[in-house]
């Protein structure tokens, strides 16, 4: 028998695959799904947690994984609102200046987030899971539990203003996203991660600084929560605590789906683009074909097991805990 | 000529062994030293005190006749010191220049981003340094083990462009995976490397080191017990030296090796087979026997044992315990059936450390303690003491946490663990690693004690001075199939040298 | 050595310390009708933190819990008019089988514990939130004391819950103290390796630790959703940190092995008296968030056993 189709061929094209079949089952259930405008909507909703994605599969590929999403939007998303106000309410005034700060206070909390797991050398997920409630807690204690509003129509035009049918936001998440492209790639540390996540122990007799690498991996997943927090307040218009709900969980369904293996080492960014678009598809999907939406964390939850059950060689694992 | 490089008297202790006993050891420049001895003779200890990886607590590293102390190994390759690694230690799932120059890419990076083109143009030339013609942008995994080696080797000869003065660069097992004319490819290219590098030569297979080496180090027990010129040097004399002193009988036990029960087969295997592992294995242990595996790391030994205890299945074959054949391969079911297993990693897997010495005894065996589930701890205790005294396990009661016992002491536990259970079926593995000398005695005693009693053992021996003393039989494995059966009664056993023969 | 030693009795010397603290900042908090209702408020998340304490004892960890309650508030609800007190039967029963799906994902497919339960819990929240149709439900309070009325009255000043809570800790306590499956618990957490080469059957355990866990999750549930007679999804919210806080700064490690349900309770009482005295210190309940936060930091870098990672990842 001719090995045309490899295992791990398969392996690699099959997240691919499963969104392009996702599309055509939702396309022939009904029709409504194939438009532009059905499209830009999945584009809308996809937009944060792509970020969200982005920044977390730095971590993932590394071996480790980051639980702080929800904090960590949480806090972003309501110190830029404050201080969007802060500076004037307006990105055609010095509010501008919210936007880069809020990018820095995102990379800040990544670092404390990477600091405590690598210098209190507590497992990441627990590190980042401890972060994260922080971070809910600060986001109260900015907010006292209010909403914040931010109406500066020229941001909230990444909104309404739309280019080939997308708003704007959906092309700055994809300039981001080639950042992050480029970051896996071209920059050292981008190549670091995969070097730390194939084997941590080798890279270290190598002579990485392997403690090093992992708190800059928390750091810029770190500033891509915070983008993702200012595409979800461009999104309503509103900053809050709950900006970040359930981004955790649909983040790193998103990754593992895409086809980044949770051991480390392999996947990147446009993995996690396919895992966004897959989750994003069929949540629009579910709806509709007039499927209640809050199925979607139970499908979320068994896609997850799904996925990394297929992407694991589990001959290779001792035990797990 | 004053040697380049120069161990001397170095010591290295580690909690409870002294794994280098005052060691002197010297390279010259352009020289290629060969480095021998057992599992476990201190070889790999040495390699990492020298690449780095540990730091000497007695003695002094000397380069060009200063004193260094390496911190880590980063450390010890700015001094061109670089170690090759077994094809394993490249990262796999990155391309074959990265792995070159992991941990070094910054030369590479222009205005932040990386210059492949670059790093491929610079990995070219270390490959081309190992005559490998490969695009340096192939993925590590889809090479073959001997091209790994030689990327291996590539990597390590990039210290040649990064420092300025000699290098030497340690060579660990690395004709393992490679055939024979891949041998000698390596081997010449070592050779013609000796120009600007000094290597040392870690192998098993000694007519290489012969071979390839100028001058020899035997280690035995942390000590280098002999350094002779390659011309002079023959297998034999080397094994013997790092084997050490003849077979002691008494050491042993060997007047209290009493013949076998020949009618009563505990343990049979027909002809089983398990992938990559083992093939085509047939063998007896018979009541009051003791039967020893005796091959090289990876000759299956281990994973027989593993399927004999259920941990894993063969795809062929069968086996039958006291006489009925095996279906379902559980260690539970075969705990039930009366095998009782004796791991290799003590404090691992031999021992929970944390728990007391009647939890250890009784944790495989919890069912018999218990009614309905609840522990009957009154009988346990019991139990612990009856088996403290019996074995005389030196703790201060039965609820001494086994993690603070001796190591002679926590293999009593694990011992007794399957004895008080009546398990008549043992699986020795290396039982007596890492023991003192006393603590060794008690187990060959212990071993003896089972015999009697009329208990199987498979054992896996630590030397094969041990495997020959204990054993009724030795069966010799090699790449997984049995290549030749030994008796041994007292007084006519094997010499280590018709062993070694059919090792390897 | 002394470190060692002194570490173990740690989590009561600082719950005796805070007590102490607290009763100098006001005498009142002393008095044993005080103490009786804070052990009592804390009773539901209490029971949480028992199940939880089993799977992190064997070196995992449930972050379903609070979901798994969060549905048995909206099930204990809808089943109440059909089943009456077998409601509570169902509930632990729908509970112990999430937690037994987390124990097999973990142990058969060999899918990590954190995620495992988050997917599972994403399965809980969705079962809760279809079973209540994303509202909240409440009890008919004539059926609710019938069936139900026993788990919120009060014997001899001391409030049903309470004893409830001590009731299934001395049940926890017997079956990992006098169990051949609480000591071969123990043995997975302190040694899983070892366990496997005694001949246990390991994954068999661990799912019933998982499956514990979700029981558990679902007591807590059921008496939460009696004490405010009625259920939603999104009601035991909350829950997950100070549960996961009380089992890690009562003593049971992150690596499993040590500690143990009655270390849970020692963790529950801290949680209970921080909370008390966050009040007196006018902090409000929102910003407790950061400090229960901060606090698990600090529990799990003191406790965890790092002999037991090769690497942290």
């Known amino acids: 028998m001719s090995n045309f189709v490899s295992k791990e061929k398969l392996q690699k094209w099959a997240p691919l695959l499963v969104l392009i079949a996702l599309i055509f089952v939702f396309s022939f259930a009904n029709s409504n799904f194939l438009s532009i405008r059905n499209f830009a909507r999945i584009g809308i909703a996809s937009t944060p947690a792509l970020m969200i994605a982005v920044g977390v599969t730095y971590i993932i590929i590394m071996g480790s994984i980051d639980l702080s999403m929800e904090g960590a939007v949480a806090v972003s998303a309501v110190l830029f609102a404050t201080l969007f106000i802060a500076f004037g309410g307006s990105l055609a005034s010095w509010a501008w200046l919210a936007v880069p700060v809020t990018l820095i206070l995102g990379s800040l909390f990544g670092l404390i987030n990477g600091l405590v797991h690598v210098k209190l050398k507590i497992p990441s997920f627990m590190a980042s899971l401890s972060m994260g409630f922080v971070g809910i807690g600060l986001s109260l204690l900015v907010t006292g539990g209010d909403r914040i509003r931010v109406e500066d129509p020229l941001f909230r035009s990444l909104l309404t203003e739309r280019y080939f049918g997308f708003p704007l936001m959906v092309h700055c998440a994809l300039v981001a996203l080639v950042i992050g492209w480029f970051i896996q790639c071209y920059t050292r540390i981008g190549r670091n991660f995969y070097a730390v996540g194939g084997g941590e122990d080798l890279a270290h007799a190598s002579g990485l600084n392997v403690q090093k690498v992992r708190v800059l991996g928390f750091m810029i997943a770190g500033v891509f929560y915070a983008l993702g927090a200012l595409f979800a307040v461009a999104q309503i218009g509103i900053a809050e605590t709950a900006t970040g709900y359930n981004l955790m969980f649909v983040s790193i369904t998103s990754v593992v789906v895409g086809g980044t293996a949770l051991w480390g080492g392999n996947g990147g960014v446009w993995n996690s683009l396919i895992g966004v678009l897959i989750v994003n598809v069929i949540n629009n999907g579910m709806i509709v074909v007039g499927l209640p939406r809050y199925l979607q964390d139970g499908v979320l939850g068994l896609l997850v097991i799904v996925a990394v059950v297929l992407s694991t060689d589990r001959k290779s694992l001792a035990f797990v805990k | 000529m004053i040697p380049m490089f120069e161990l001397k008297k170095v010591e290295k202790t580690f909690p409870g062994v002294r794994a280098l006993k005052g060691v002197d050891f010297e390279i010259k420049r352009g020289e290629i030293v060969g480095l021998v001895g057992e599992n476990g003779a201190g070889k790999s200890t040495l390699m990492k005190v020298i690449y780095g990886a540990y730091q000497h607590d007695g003695g002094e590293v000397l380069v060009d006749d200063k004193p260094v102390r390496f911190e880590n190994p980063r450390q010890a390759m700015e001094m061109g010191v670089g170690m090759v690694f077994q094809e394993q230690s490249l990262i796999s799932n990155l391309t074959v220049m990265e792995n070159i120059f992991l941990g070094f890419e910054q030369q590479f990076v222009r205005f932040g981003l990386m210059d492949w083109k670059h790093m491929a143009e610079a990995a070219r030339f270390q490959l081309a340094k190992v005559k490998l013609d490969i695009d340096p942008a192939t993925t590590t995994s889809e090479l073959s083990f001997a091209q790994r080696q030689l990327v291996e080797l590539a990597k390590v000869l990039t210290l040649e462009e990064r420092v300025d003065g000699d290098l030497v660069i340690l060579l660990d097992e690395p004709t393992s995976v490679l055939a024979k004319e891949e041998v000698e490819l390596l081997f010449k290219l070592v050779r013609e490397l000796t120009e600007r590098a000094s290597f040392i030569f870690v192998s098993h297979r000694m007519d290489e080191v012969i071979e390839l080496s100028d001058r020899i180090y035997v280690m035995k027990d942390g000590e280098v017990v002999d350094s002779l010129k390659a011309d002079d040097a023959d297998v034999d004399d080397i094994q013997h030296k790092m084997v050490g002193r003849n077979v002691d009988k008494e050491y042993y036990r060997e007047e209290k090796q009493k013949p076998f029960n020949k009618d009563q087969v505990l343990v049979e295997l027909d002809g089983i087979s398990r992938a990559s592992s083992y093939k085509d294995i047939s063998l007896k242990l018979h009541a009051g026997e003791v039967l020893c595996l005796v091959g090289t790391e990876g000759s299956g030994r281990e994973a027989i044992i593993r399927t004999i205890f259920g941990l894993n299945r063969p795809h062929l074959g069968q086996v039958s315990i006291k006489g009925e054949q095996v279906h379902t391969f559980k260690a539970n079911e075969m705990v039930d059936r009366g095998v009782g297993y004796i791991p290799r990693e003590r404090k691992i897997e031999g021992i929970v450390s944390g728990m007391n010495v009647y939890e250890n005894m009784t944790l495989s065996q919890m069912g018999r303690h218990s009614r309905f589930g609840v522990l009957n701890l009154a009988g346990e205790k019991k139990l612990a003491r009856k088996w403290i005294d019996r074995l005389s396990i030196k703790a201060s009661s039965e609820q001494a946490d086994c993690g603070n016992l001796s190591g002679g002491n926590q293999q009593k536990v694990v011992l007794a663990k399957w004895r008080s259970g009546g398990s008549n079926i043992i699986l020795l593995d290396h039982p007596t690693r890492g023991l003192d000398i006393g603590a060794k005695e008690d187990v060959y005693e212990m071993v003896r004690e089972m015999s009697d009693e009329g208990v199987g053992v498979i054992l896996i021996a630590d030397t094969l001075e041990e495997a020959i003393g204990l054993s009724h039989s030795i069966l010799v494995l090699k790449d997984g199939e049995i290549t030749k059966r030994f008796d041994c009664e007292p007084g006519n056993k094997p010499s280590l040298y018709d062993l070694v023969h059919y090792m390897v | ?313």
């Open chain 3, 1 to 313: 050595m002394t470190m060692d030693k002194l570490k173990k009795h740690f989590p009561w010397i600082t719950l005796i310390a805070l007590i102490g603290l607290v009763g100098i900042m006001d005498p009142n908090f002393l008095s044993l009708t005080n103490l009786i209702r804070l052990a009592a408020d804390i009773s539901t998340l209490f029971i949480m933190a028992l199940g939880m304490t089993f799977v992190i004892y064997i070196g995992g960890i449930d972050l379903s819990s609070q979901s798994v309650a969060n549905m048995t508030t909206v099930l204990a609800t809808l089943m109440l008019p059909i089943l009456g007190v077998g409601a509570a039967l169902f509930c632990i029963l729908i509970g112990f089988g999430f937690g037994f799906v987390s124990g097999f994902v973990s142990t058969k497919l060999k899918v990590p514990s954190f995620i495992s339960t988050l997917a599972v819990g994403g399965i809980a929240l969705s079962l809760g939130q279809y079973a209540s149709g994303q509202r909240a439900l409440y009890m008919n309070a004539e059926m609710r004391d019938q069936a139900f009325g026993w788990l919120v009255g009060n014997t001899a000043g001391i409030p049903h819950e309470l004893i409830i809570a001590l009731v299934l800790l001395a049940l926890a306590y017997f079956v990992e103290r006098r169990m051949t499956i609480g000591r071969a618990l123990k043995s997975i957490g302190a040694g899983e390796l070892a366990a496997v080469a005694s001949g246990l059957q390991v994954d068999r355990f661990k799912m019933f630790a998982f499956a514990l866990s979700g029981a558990f999750a679902a007591i807590a549930g059921l008496m939460f959703a009696v004490k405010l007679s009625g259920g939603s999804p999104v009601i035991a919210n909350g829950f997950l940190l100070p549960a996961i806080v009380a089992v890690l700064v009562g003593g049971t490690p992150l690596t499993g092995g040590v500690g143990g349900v009655l270390n849970t309770f020692i963790g529950a009482m801290i949680v209970a008296v921080v909370r008390t005295s966050m009040l007196y210190l006018e902090i409000k309940a929102t910003d407790q968030q950061i400090f229960f936060g901060i606090v698990l930091i600090v529990a799990i870098a003191l406790t965890i056993d790092r002999s037991k990672m090769k690497t942290v990842k």
